[in-house]
């Protein structure tokens, strides 16, 4: 599977936008998707996830719950995650992923594939 994110871009504290992740392949719906994202200086961390399939199942980092979400169109091969009332500390670039494993998963170890990462920038 190969992904390819794309929609970073610079807002403004309070704004929006949309990443998209576009996958190869026939095989998309068999993947639970990911999001992840790395600050300058930071660990890399789990930001939001959506089950395979039907996408049933969603995990969401604590930072993130309540103002992103994420979804998924198999037909159209994508996984999305809308954020809404940006902060500058949602600064970082943001990675997708995909996972064989069942559910939601919320460990990057659980994630077999990698896209490259786009820059989200949130000035104040």
């Known amino acids: 599977v190969q992904l390819q994110a794309f929609g970073g871009g610079l807002v403004q504290a309070g704004g929006s936008l949309r990443l998209s992740c576009a996958a190869s392949?026939?095989?998309?719906?068999?993947?639970?998707m990911g999001w992840f994202r790395q600050a300058p200086g930071k660990e890399r961390e789990f930001v939001a996830a959506i089950s395979r399939s039907g996408g049933g199942s969603t995990n969401y980092a604590d930072s993130v719950k309540g103002r992103f979400t994420i979804s998924r169109d198999n037909a159209k091969n994508t996984v999305f995650l809308q954020m809404n009332s940006l902060k500058p500390e949602d600064t970082a670039v943001y990675y997708c992923?995909?996972?064989?494993?069942?559910?939601?998963?919320?460990?990057?170890?659980?994630?077999?594939?990698w896209g490259q990462g786009t820059q989200v920038t949130v000035s104040s």
């Open positions: 992923a995909a996972s064989s494993w069942v559910g939601a998963p919320i460990k990057d170890y659980s994630y077999d594939y």
């Open positions: 392949g026939r095989t998309f719906s068999r993947y639970g």
